[in-house]
Nanobody
Framework: QVHLVESGGGLVQAGGSLRLSCAAS????????MGWFRQAPGKVREFVAV????????YYADSVEGRFTISRDNAKNTVYLQMNNLKPEDTAVYYC????????????????WGQGTQVTVSS
């Protein structure tokens, strides 16, 4: 199995930056694509970004394109989400996920989920 632990959430002012980390453990973690999702109060879960461990391909939601960057460090089994120029509408619980590219990108589902980390952006 794969175990995911997010960190790096917190409170930041609009226009500021924050970096989230997702530490993955498990024998086959490198065979999974990994992604980030978020869920704001009263809203459905939203896809944010995905990255392929094998090919380095990435894809972003339109709402974060140009502001967020997903990256990886395979030596540390860690995926990051660098968030710049944050807006109040970015406020949500952010979840790390691990599954195939298709599950994450197309179906917005995942076999494995982290517990989530709260990101709050003030005006």
């Amino acid at each position: 199995q794969v175990h995911l632990v997010e960190s790096g959430g917190g409170l930041v002012q609009a226009g500021g930056s924050l970096r989230l980390s997702c530490a993955a453990s498990g024998r086959t973690v490198e065979s999974y694509s990994m992604g980030w999702f978020r869920q704001a109060p009263g809203k459905v879960r939203e896809f944010v970004a995905v990255i392929s461990w094998s090919g380095g391909s990435t894809y972003y939601a339109d709402s974060v394109e140009g502001r967020f960057t997903i990256s990886r460090d395979n030596a540390k089994n860690t995926v990051y989400l660098q968030m710049n120029n944050l807006k109040p509408e970015d406020t949500a619980v952010y979840y790390c996920a691990a599954d195939t590219w298709a599950q994450l990108r197309v179906f917005h589902e995942s076999e494995y989920w982290g517990q989530g980390t709260q990101v709050t952006v003030s005006s």
